[in-house]
């Protein structure tokens, strides 16, 4: 974040180590991508862990914009490292209802967006613009890699206010990562 932000004012973190093998990230909340740590918090629920951080900055909030494959905040990092499966929820300017699913283990892509799908939720994979394949990205630091989700404009801003839809949303994701849990490979 740099020594010219301060923790507190300028942005939040929390760290939720639940001693789960699954991790939720959401590391551009607040006001750079608004949203993703709500729908973030709700999908980690009390059990699987979460890494939130939140840009408080009313005015230039992107100044705190960090790529996934930049990101190295040591309380991410840790978490991470100790994780078998990473969630990485983001936002994407694409206006309509869709999720274009990226990150580096290609079962947990497919799983992921086989279980949206079918919960009616519109789906792009793999998510060519925004990939998120790269080894540096957070999201596929824990061992067997991750999976990246960019919700488009609408929905990242309906879908925190929408409970049942948010609740259909992060079941059907949890199914998705719990199947292709069963068998990891990238």
């Not at 799983?111 to 998120?132: I, K, N």
């Not at 957070?138 to 890699?145: A, C, F, S, T, Y």
């Not at 801003?157 to 948010?166: F, M, S, W």
């Amino acid at each position: 974040m740099g020594s010219s932000h301060t923790s507190g004012k300028d942005y939040r973190i929390e760290v939720a180590d639940r001693r789960s093998t699954v991790t939720v990230f959401a590391i551009h909340g607040g006001a750079i991508e608004p949203g993703t740590e709500a729908v973030a918090a709700a999908l980690a629920g009390t059990d699987w862990n979460l890494y939130r951080f939140e840009s408080l900055l009313s005015s230039a909030p992107w100044r705190l914009h960090l790529t996934a494959a930049h990101y190295d905040e040591p309380g991410a990092l840790a978490l991470a490292a100790r994780s078998r499966l990473g969630v990485a929820i983001h936002g994407q300017r694409d206006p309509g209802q869709s999720v274009c699913v990226g990150g580096g283990n290609e079962s947990l892509r497919q799983a992921v967006a086989d279980a949206l799908s079918a919960a009616g939720f519109e789906t792009e994979q793999p998510c060519r613009r925004l990939p998120g394949r790269s080894p540096a990205n957070l999201v596929n630091r824990p061992k067997d890699g991750g999976v990246q989700l960019e919700l488009s404009a609408d929905l990242l801003r309906e879908l925190p206010a929408q409970e049942d839809r948010l609740g259909r949303f992060c079941a059907a994701l949890r199914a998705g990562v719990n199947a292709a849990g069963r068998n990891p490979s990238r």
